[in-house]
């Protein structure tokens, strides 16, 4: 069952977006289940809310500001990831959702091992240039501590 | 043709041979044809002659030894190759062979370029454990420089 059960984590991203692409396509190399997973990377909310804290308006202000942010933010994420589900689905594969709040790779990691997943496939890149510049890439720590398989999808040439 | 054509590079480590495994799974997701690869490391063959030349013995004696030692792993990497292109024909796919010198991750990502393939497939760890802490894991660095999708296999825990 080298490639039943696909975890398929996803920023969104044009890469990510690519990646979506080859796991549909394994279905014909036996997959049957895709663990579908969004981690909200909190390091960026603390990047984002001291950025707001920071532009001068109050601080009450600001933190209300950040918590109705943050819904938006949450509502946008489970909406997309329910159409990515019915876009999956509609291949004739199962799906299971996950929105999680973490450092990406290590959530990525978890969720590989808790759900005893055959193949991690990611995009190479995500959102986040400058963040991978001064982290190192999502996809990198994956590859690097990953017990299982992974499927690396490259951006696109700039 | 996301999986049509797949670059498999082998050093016949553990980790290669759990790589080739996914590889014949592929055919069913489009795979009909694979690169098989293997890159004698102009690096090892240096630091293996040199071993032989400090060893003590007539320089003269080490020159002919190091042609012969080199023929000698040339023949049994040339047979492991026609192995490896039997077994992965007995699944049904299309084989082409290809022995060279070089440095591995350099050579991986010229073929994959020249062949124009969908995939390049490896294992995480080849057989130099060494000289992988030293100069970084062959696949860490096809990974980072390729522009194709890479799947990595990981290996075994120890």
Known sequence: MMFRK????????DCAVKALEYVKK?????????VLVHV???????????????SGEATALSYEGEREV??????????KLEELKTEIEAVGLKVSV???DGIPFREILKIAEDEDVSLIALGSHGKSN??????GSVSEKVIRDSKRPVLVVKRDPI
Chains 1, 2 share one sequence.
């Not at 909200?40 to 707001?52: E, L, Q």
């Open 98 to 100: 996950k929105a999680v």
């Open 40 to 54: 909200m990377d909190v390091r960026g909310i603390a990047t984002m809310t001291t950025g707001v804290a920071w």
């Open 26 to 34: 394994l279905k014909g190399a036996g997959t049957e289940e895709v």
């Open 6 to 13: 696909i975890l398929y984590p996803t920023d969104f991203s």
């Open 70 to 79: 943050q819904e938006m933010m949450r509502a946008n994420i489970e909406k």
């Open 130 to 135: 400058i963040m991978e510049k001064l982290l």
